[in-house]
């Protein structure tokens, strides 16, 4: 019996542990990031980093400016949310309301293997077919820019958005669609005026996680954005975004230069935080 | 006085399986026809068919005639949003949508076009004190419809139907979720509405059916065994089956 005792004990232990991983491993980044990203925003002083235009990391003297970045960031994910949201929205609509049940299955396995795809692969389709698409249609100098990234990050996102958005609109109890079809709505009234509202914040959710998709991407954006630290003033703008800043220069960085990167991946780091609690917020909102 | 619905030799099938049989019935404007049964008798079913919502099933064929004010409801050019319009439906699980108590009862004006706010107001009130309930909500009409009693919630989903303005409402055994006080107050506002309106209903409750209505019918297996004054039904049932029933025999 107290062998039985002590075996559950150490059984439970051992879960816990596990368990603590997980948690440990998010404590040590954080605290890792942390110390090592303040230093070089005290040193570059935080108003000249956070808002500096400039980022030269290699001139003579160096700047170390990211609004650049910062702004790319904001922007491409903006972008991605605005193409996204509205396709991912109405395809999930679509698929949870409309398609028949032979339809819906075969539509979201189709979105599945879409978030299966490696983001390298994203990268390379939009080198090779977005970025000369571009360049064609708009007639620019170099198709590797701001709207090859959106479009890249808008298709990357549509997964998330549109499995998020169908299972909050699959969870809307139908009473509530037979009540509105009973007061003479038609299907397509009843979807806009009884179902999504009933789901809004899980919609909510699922355009939140899109942006934290969007924010965090590096390898397909670093393929196709230009990668140039300029300031994104035109969709056709060669831009750099906070996650291929880091990617980029970590390999040949040193001091000062090296530091003023784990600062932006700090940056970075605060904008996925706040990201996720707004996540959570609206996933407690969904299950009350 | 004719009636407002017929119905001629209407069957229905789920697939394969015949769920109402050669149904015949005339349901008189401003009363109040009952339809009981055992479980599984098709007499839900047959509600259903009368505002089309079974037409949401698939696989469902109907076949038959069926008439509201003399026309075919099934005929091509009739416009089934209209048609629940005039034929209302409360259903048997109070199912008010998660806004507010006002915007609940507007839902139905606002779905057929109607803006004006103080027109709107003027409906919501009406209805609200149509369906007994707007003494209990007048002063949190901005409040979720949730938030209500099962009682409070299934007399707003009657205003909801009121609010359209409807010549006749459909109840889907409209107290079975209800507790008894409840169900009381349901069963006084459905006599008082037998004024304006033309109500079928379907309750489990035989008791219900001696109460309220002022026919009734009785199906079994998807049959409608008899139809009568309900007076009649329970004093000198006409069908051995009925009788079998009522004195609860079997059911």
Redesign the interface.
């Known amino acids: 019996m107290k062998k039985n005792q002590f075996l559950e004990n150490f059984i439970h232990g051992i879960f816990l542990l596990l368990g603590l991983i997980t948690v440990g491993c998010v404590l040590l980044i954080t605290m890792y990031l942390v110390i090592s990203g303040i230093p070089a925003i005290c040193k570059i002083g935080p108003i000249n980093f956070l808002f500096g235009t400039e980022w030269a990391s290699t001139a003579k003297e160096a700047k170390y400016g990211i609004l650049p970045f910062i702004l790319t960031s904001i922007f491409g994910t903006a972008g991605a949310i605005v193409i996204g949201v509205p396709v991912g929205f109405m395809t999930a609509v679509y698929l949870s309301k409309l398609a028949c049940p032979k339809v819906k299955s075969a539509m979201q396995s189709v979105v599945s293997l879409l978030a299966g795809i490696p983001s390298v692969v994203f990268g390379l389709v939009g080198m090779l077919v977005l970025v000369p698409g571009i360049r064609k249609v708009f007639q620019v100098p170099d198709g590797a820019g701001l709207l090859a990234a959106i479009i890249v990050l808008a298709i990357m996102i549509l997964p998330s958005i549109i499995k998020m958005s169908v299972t909050a609109l699959d969870a809307v109890p139908k009473e509530y669609e037979d009540a509105s079809l009973a007061l003479g709505a038609t299907p397509v009234e009843t979807y806009f005026r009884v179902s999504v509202p009933a789901a809004k914040s899980g919609i909510a959710a699922a355009v939140v996680l899109g942006v934290g998709r969007a924010i965090g991407e590096a390898m397909a954006v670093m393929m196709v954005a230009g990668n140039a630290p300029n300031m994104p003033n035109s969709l056709f703008q060669s831009v750099r975004f906070l996650t291929t800043a880091v990617a980029g220069e970590m390999s040949y960085s040193s001091g000062l230069q090296q530091q003023a990167l784990f600062s932006i991946a700090l940056v970075l780091f605060l904008f996925i935080m706040f990201i996720n609690a707004a996540l959570n917020f609206f996933l407690k909102r969904e299950k009350e | 006085m004719s009636s407002i619905i017929s119905v001629k030799d209407m069957c229905l099938w789920y697939g394969e399986h015949q769920a109402l049989k050669n149904v015949n019935i005339e349901i008189m404007p401003k009363s109040i026809t009952a339809f009981i049964g055992p479980s599984g008798c098709g007499k839900s079913t047959f509600l259903k068919t009368l ?1 089309r ?1 079974n037409d ?1 099933i698939p696989g469902v064929k109907i076949t038959g005639d069926v008439r509201y004010e003399g026309t075919d409801i099934f005929a091509k050019e009739v416009d089934v ?5 005039e034929i ?2 409360v ?1 048997q ?1 109070p ?5 507010s108590i006002y915007d609940n009862v507007a ?2 004006p606002r ?2 076009g109607i803006t004006n706010k103080v027109k709107l107001d003027e409906i919501v009130e009406r209805a609200l004190r149509d369906a007994a309930i707007w003494d209990e909500v007048k002063d949190r009409l901005k409040k979720n419809a949730l938030g209500m009693s099962g009682g409070q919630q299934q007399r707003l ?1 009657i205003a ?2 009121l609010a ?1 303005q409807p010549k006749v409402l459909l109840m889907d055994e409209p107290t079975s979720a209800l507790d008894p006080i409840s169900t009381s107050r349901i069963e006084e506002l459905v006599m008082e509405l037998k004024e304006n309106y033309t109500i079928v209903m379907v309750t489990h409750n035989m008791q219900q059916a001696v109460r309220v209505s002022d026919y009734t019918a009785f199906f079994l297996l998807g049959e409608l065994v008899e139809f009568d004054k309900t007076d009649n039904i329970f004093s000198t049932p006409g069908d051995k089956r009925t009788e079998d029933y009522i004195t609860g025999r079997f059911g």
């Open positions: 505002n919502m949401l949003n209209n048609l629940r319009k209302g439906m259903f699980k199912n008010p949508f998660p806004m839902y139905g779905t057929h989903c909801r139907a359209v």
